[in-house]
Nanobody, 119 residues
Framework: VQLQASGGGLVQAGGSLRLSCAAS????????MGWYRQAPGKQRELVAD???????NYADSVKGRFTISRDNAKNTVYLQMNNLKPEDTAVYYC??????????????WGQGTQVTVSS
């Protein structure tokens, strides 16, 4: 599975960005796609994910500001980020996984895309 992420950049606080991640390859068994982020000196953390049935999960810090969606026909997941804050600055990574209940059977990572929010 290959993941191609795009859409990062520099934006002022209060602005918006949309990240995209297109999956290709042997994706028939992938049931969850999402976005993680890692800020300097911090651990990678989940931002949001979405299952193949459309169930979503968000980090508390982004609820109400970020929206994850997916286009199954295009094998693409999107992250619409509104009202961005300086603390959202991080490298954002696309993730595709096969999960069974709480277990990750296997997962893939895309290349990171930098999001920088200036104050």
């Amino acid at each position: 599975v290959q993941l191609q992420a795009s859409g990062g950049g520099l934006v002022q606080a209060g602005g918006s960005l949309r990240l995209s991640c297109a999956a290709s390859g042997s994706i028939f068994s992938i049931n969850t796609m999402g976005w993680y982020r890692q800020a300097p000196g911090k651990q990678r953390e989940l931002v949001a994910d979405i299952t193949s049935s459309g169930s979503t999960n968000y980090a508390d810090s982004v609820k109400g500001r970020f929206t994850i969606s997916r286009d199954n026909a295009k094998n693409t997941v999107y992250l619409q980020m509104n009202n961005l804050k300086p603390e959202d600055t991080a490298v954002y990574y696309c993730n595709a996984a096969r999960r069974l209940l709480t277990t990750t059977v296997y997962e893939y990572w895309g290349q990171g895309t930098q999001v920088t929010v200036s104050s």
